[in-house]
């Protein structure tokens, strides 16, 4: 037994350096993008705790992931800190997944190298990283024989990472009560069950109104949501791409965007199939069918209010998805409505495992795939535009744009400030309030330029978007409109082809007509 557990430790080092190997690499090839570098640049221009949670107020998250960039920042200001803690983070979730995880080996490896754990939860350096590794924490106390009294730790931690760790932090205590009334065979009353655990659940509660405090948004807060039944909808025919991830396969590059023109009631319907098929397949333990319905409408009720659903956020439909198979295939059964017969049993577990094996080998080939295309193209073109911008002639100028998010991470890669056209003023990351104004047209940005002329020979100006066909993005912002005012605008450079569609940038120089004239 000794020597059992010596070798699966061993092959667990293995894979876990294996993977911490790619993902150095991974990461060396990889061009933060606005959404990474947004957070670095609070937690590296916060000068005290106080100040960092000012800054983080139009965030819409909890202050643990920025807690732990500010940790770093005070260490170095480089972002591959930032980029080094992402992937110890995962790193440690691979190694804890493939040590106490109660699947195959083969579906170890295919979810240690999946979409999810190798590119977006690691080498994209993001808060949610540290959702898979708090889940993964749960299930292992949550599975182990003899459970301490700490698990509200890691659900309280988890809380605090995110609305959907609130999310996920409500179903696993659930989940844990339930447990704990079976263990009493359901003899004790509601009340009684509450009261044996009111420790664990006044902490793990503390830890979600504290998470619920952080988030929810100022008065003057640009963040928001409303639900509705369109939106949910919506938001639940994603279940399919959560699992199988097949969007990325017909067109790479347009990652932010709708990768396809499939009809929502088809995707709907497709993932309604899915919901109903996962359910049948749990159906021989009644916590895994808890766990996954519970968890699965927590997710959809709250990104259909958000209505966020980019792949890092309908993410959390897989994390459930495991979390529930994880419960289902542990060595404690909880069977449903006394199913006895074996053979209908065995039926099950055959078709669970063919099922998960489909959808863990989705999840690796789009994770290969992702992952190899990040390191043949620029994710984001921000850092050549940086390096160009600050090896030019005209790098003491001062630097406006639009759109103010895309361009934002100059200011970390010049270390200056912006002048952002949207809340006329210098500034780093971007405070999503009602200061940033709705909509830029024309002559907002040439009374920006002009204002910035005022004491400069000229403006460098970075456009996301193309002057002549800028009208896709601003209603009349065109080159014949610019051409029109006091501004004369030259194209000093284009900055295209990255895997983020709205992270090609266009450099313009922006000079007075009465200069141009005179030269």
């Known amino acids: 037994m000794h020597i059992n557990n010596q070798k699966k430790w061993i092959e667990t080092l293995i894979i876990s350096s294996i993977f911490l190997a790619v993902s150095i690499v991974g990461i060396l090839h990889h061009e933060p993008w ?145 447990r704990n009334w079976d263990n009493y065979q359901f003899k004790i009353n509601i009340f009684t069950l509450l009261q044996k655990n009111w420790g664990f659940i006044f902490f793990t509660f503390l830890g979600i109104l504290l998470s619920a405090w952080q988030i929810l948004p100022e008065k003057n807060n640009t963040i928001g949501g409303d639900f509705s039944i369109s939106r949910f909808i919506q938001t639940w025919s994603t279940i399919f791409d959560a699992y199988t991830w097949m969007q990325y396969w017909p067109e790479i590059n347009n990652w932010s965007g709708v990768f396809w023109n499939q009809s929502t009631t088809i995707l709907g319907v497709t993932s309604i199939l899915l919901f109903v098929l996962c359910c049948l397949l749990l159906s021989v333990n009644y916590l895994a069918i808890f766990c996954y319905t519970i968890g699965t409408l927590g997710i959809a009720l709250l990104l259909s209010t958000t209505m966020m659903i980019s792949a890092r956020f309908i993410g959390h439909f897989f994390i459930v998805l495991i979390a529930s198979f994880w419960i289902v295939n542990s060595k404690k059964k909880h069977p449903t409505l006394q199913i006895n017969k074996k053979l209908v049993i065995d039926h099950i577990d055959i078709f669970r495992t063919s099922f998960l094996n489909l959808v863990l080998t989705c999840q690796f080939a789009t994770g290969v795939w992702v992952y190899a295309i990040d390191i043949r193209k620029s994710f984001s073109k921000i850092q050549e535009v940086a390096s160009f911008i600050k090896h030019s002639p005209h790098g003491n100028l001062p630097i406006t744009g639009i759109l103010d998010y895309t361009i934002s991470p100059l200011s970390y890669y010049l270390a200056k400030n912006i002048f952002y056209v949207e809340t006329q003023s210098y500034g780093n990351f971007i405070k999503w309030n009602t200061q940033r104004r709705g909509s830029i047209n024309p002559e907002t940005l040439n009374s920006t330029c002009d204002f910035l002329m005022q004491k400069n020979a000229g403006v460098v100006v970075v456009l996301s978007t193309f002057l002549p066909t800028a009208v896709n993005l601003f209603t009349s912002l065109n080159a014949d409109s610019l051409g029109d005012s006091k501004i004369h605008f030259t194209l000093l450079q284009k900055f295209e082809g990255a895997l983020v569609k709205d992270e090609n940038f266009y450099v313009y120089l922006a000079k007075s007509t009465k200069q141009t004239d005179d030269k």
């Open 34 to 178: 606005r959404d990474e570098i947004q957070a670095w640049l609070i937690a590296l221009h916060s000068h005290s705790i106080a100040e960092l949670y000012n800054n983080c107020l139009y965030e819409g998250h909890p202050m643990l992931w920025h807690l732990l960039l500010y940790a770093v920042s005070s260490i170095s200001d480089n972002i591959a800190g930032m980029q080094v803690l992402s992937v110890c983070i995962t790193t440690t979730s691979v190694f804890l997944f493939y040590q106490y995880s109660p699947f195959s080996r083969i579906q170890k490896i295919l979810f240690s190298f999946g979409y999810l754990t190798l590119f977006q939860y690691n080498i994209v350096s993001r808060s949610y990283g540290l959702v898979l590794l708090f889940s993964i924490l749960f299930l292992i106390w949550f599975s182990s024989q003899q459970q301490n009294k700490w698990g509200w730790i890691i659900l309280f931690l988890l809380a605090n990472v995110s609305a959907s760790g609130i999310v996920l932090s409500l179903t696993f205590i659930s989940l844990h009560l339930l």
